[in-house]
């Protein structure tokens, strides 16, 4: 018979406390652990198991899986119950677990209904890696059912109770009474013990269906035997995805050949679908597109792209400000006519409208605008100090310097105008350019005329 509350084990290393649970191979108590002032629980063979012909070999797999069990136990996993002794006490064999406070998860679902998504998949995933390393270790739960899976209060899930030695049946016992959680377990469980990863597979899918939908699934042995359907979870309870339906049936399948093969196979197919990234696009078609799509809406255009697209190549500015000003000064000093100040102009507008047209930014095409640009600034100011009358030598040195300025004045035009096309239209750069201009030739003037006052 049990042992009642207050019975000492092991010469009073252990207290028990209450039954838990009893089932058709053996009972569980809640028990003391009087030197470490710690809850544990014990788990035991049933008594009357002993008048079974099969009871030896019942016996011997549960010393056998108890030990490995408790091998596992030297590396703890978070979401397996730990074992902490194997003793027997006169002619009971007991095995020692930690005692795990929370609720299992027929528990939650009476209370709560059936669960979401998002709320069990995380414990569901968490028993699957933990039935992963027991495969590993060599053994089969054999008993994953709601009843079997604990969750903490920090909502972190563990697997208590293993179903040691469920593939033996003791003849003392109907079939109805090893399968309590009939429903749970593949009829090739129910009919042969089979000990194949493929059991736990099937008993975890199931608890996922009772946990989504909050009913007990068909029974595997009523699909077998009287050609039963198992309903979809998603006709229960539509909110599942169709991910989680197709994984829950596959996990289901009758036939252990049609089943994922691993436990880890089944977990990956609860796994939601990656999104594909976008393929990259060069920076310059990006740049294209936004162009092409202002076009279509001007000309009532996104403030708010314009705003953060818009880029002013400030420090390339500045070299145009600069080519200019020592251009201005050199064209003052030499008397040169006022009509290069318009050619300045006009060579800053074929630059916005000619260059935008003819796909400047281009290497091959902003050096060969760069070269005219260059010479045709290096010509009128040489006639500017030819009409002027400059001395040979002197008129020299001022060509070779407006030469230099005017090299610098068009590769500085050049890379502005190439920067500000990424953001600006023809229009505005012309704008942008002329100003610059303009601003550089009127300071080079001023600079003239300060310097040269008093002479």
């Not at 495969?135 to 909502?155: E, F, K, S, W």
């Amino acid at each position: 018979m049990p042992w009642i509350a207050g019975q000492q084990l092991q010469s009073g290393k252990y207290v028990i406390e209450q039954v838990l649970g009893q089932g058709g191979f053996g009972i569980t108590y809640k028990a003391l652990h009087v030197e470490l002032n710690q809850i544990v629980v014990i788990k035991t063979p049933n008594e009357y198991l002993s008048h079974d012909s099969e009871y030896e070999k019942y016996i011997e797999r549960f010393i056998q899986e108890g030990r490995i069990l408790a091998r596992l136990s030297e590396d703890p996993h978070p979401h397996i119950v730990g074992v902490i002794d194997l003793f027997r006490e006169g002619a009971t064999h007991c095995l020692v677990m930690d005692f795990v406070e929370g609720e299992n998860l027929f528990e939650a679902v009476r209370r709560k209904g059936a669960l979401p998504e998002v709320e069990i998949l995380p414990c569901i995933r968490q028993i699957g890696e933990a039935l992963s390393v027991v495969h590993q270790a060599g053994l089969v739960h054999r008993d994953a059912h709601p009843g079997n899976i604990m969750v903490r209060r920090n909502g972190k899930a563990v697997l208590i109770d293993f179903g040691i030695a469920k593939e033996l049946l003791p003849k003392t016992l109907s079939s109805k009474g090893i399968a309590g959680n009939e429903g749970f377990a593949p009829y090739e469980q129910m009919s042969r013990g089979s000990r194949e990863p493929t059991v736990d597979v099937y008993c975890l899918a199931a608890t996922l269906y009772y946990a989504v939908t909050g009913q007990r699934p068909t029974t595997s042995l009523a699909r077998k035997l009287d050609d039963m359907s198992l309903t979809p979870p998603k006709q229960i309870n539509p909110s599942i995805s169709d991910q989680l339906n197709q994984a829950i049936l596959k996990g289901m399948a009758l036939e252990a050949k049609d089943r994922p093969q691993s436990m880890q196979v089944w977990l990956n197919m609860l796994e939601a679908p990656k999104a594909t990234p976008p393929p990259s696009v060069a920076p310059v078609h990006k740049k294209e597109v936004v162009r092409s799509k202002a076009k279509l809406l001007e000309p009532i255009p996104s403030k708010l792209s314009t705003k953060s697209s818009r880029i002013i190549p400030w420090g390339r500015l500045i070299g145009v400000l600069l080519s200019y000003l020592l251009t201005g000064y050199l064209l003052v000093a030499s008397n040169a006519p006022y009509i290069v100040w318009a050619e300045a102009w006009a060579w800053a507008w074929a630059w916005a409208g000619a260059g935008a047209g003819a796909g400047a930014g281009t290497g091959a095409w902003a050096v060969a605008w760069a070269v005219a640009w260059a010479v045709a600034w290096a010509g009128a100011v040489a006639w500017a100090v030819a009409v002027a009358g400059a001395v040979a030598g002197a008129g020299a040195v001022v060509w070779a310097v407006a030469w230099a300025g005017a090299v610098a004045g068009a590769v500085a035009v050049t890379g502005a105008g190439n920067k500000l096309l990424e953001s600006f239209g023809k229009f505005h750069i012309f704008l942008i350019l002329a100003s610059t201009s303009s601003l550089g030739l009127g300071l080079g003037w001023l600079g003239h005329r300060i310097f040269n006052t008093g002479s």
